[in-house]
């Protein structure tokens, strides 16, 4: 069984909709990561917890929001959707040694 | 500036053949450095970590070396098979801990063909 498990699997999203991504895990972790996915490139980490209740800003948090309501679950949330928002991401779980990454969510804003 | 470069982009074997995939990276600190296999639409599964000075991991088909010295690494995939198509991802972390960031390659993707 999936130890960290994203949905939706895809969207569609119109430009200035809110789009929310969630992740959820059971691999007891304390860190959660969001990380987008562009072709050509790396990931790029977007926001970052290491605790619930708190989030941190990642390399490109810019119109980007996170939430970490538990231990289990963190979404990630944009407000205002934008074409260059169009993109895989994906969520991760770690402890000091071990990283598990979700299936992946694939955006398309139009 | 991307601070992680894999070579070969894309790569083309014939199943049974060998292959070699190369991760050159400017990341410091280095602490440790991970290969991760991509399969199309899918998330990232780890392959090795490799951690000390000229470490050698073997995972398998799969094996892999670390040189800090000259901040470079090789995944070699030894009689490659049909489902070994995919992405393969180098990543640096500049922590020992979940602290640390990683930084990610953008990955060569191998094509392996009857």
């Known amino acids: 069984e999936a130890a960290v498990t994203q949905s939706p699997r895809s969207k569609v999203a119109v430009t200035g909709g809110k789009v929310t991504l969630s992740c959820h895990q059971t691999?007891?972790?304390?860190?959660m990561y969001w990380y987008r996915q562009d072709t050509g490139h790396g990931l790029r980490l977007i926001h970052y917890?290491?605790?619930?209740?708190?989030?941190e800003k990642g390399d490109i948090p810019d119109g980007y929001k996170a939430s970490r309501p538990s231990q289990e679950n963190f979404s990630l949330i944009l407000e205002l959707a934008s074409l260059s928002q169009t993109a895989v991401y994906f969520c991760a779980s770690s402890d000091s040694s071990d990283y598990t990454f979700g299936s992946g969510t694939r955006l398309l804003v139009i | 500036k991307t601070q992680v470069e894999q070579s070969p982009q894309s790569l083309v074997v014939r199943q049974g053949e060998n292959c070699v995939l190369q991760c050159n990276y400017s990341v410091t600190p280095d602490n440790h450095l991970r290969w991760f296999k991509q399969d199309t639409g899918k998330g990232l599964v780890s392959l090795t970590v490799l951690v000390h000075e000229n470490d050698k991991t073997s995972n398998g088909r799969y094996s892999a070396t670390l040189d800090k010295d000259a901040k470079h690494s090789t995944l070699h995939i030894t009689a490659t098979l049909l489902d070994d198509t995919a992405t393969y991802i180098c990543?640096?972390?500049?922590?020992?801990?979940?602290?640390?960031?990683?930084?990610f390659g953008a990955g060569t993707q191998l094509i392996v063909i009857p």
């Open positions: 691999n007891n972790h304390d860190y």
């Open positions: 990543v640096v972390g500049d922590r020992g801990s979940a602290l640390g960031r990683l930084h």
């Open positions: 917890s290491y605790v619930a209740d708190s989030t």
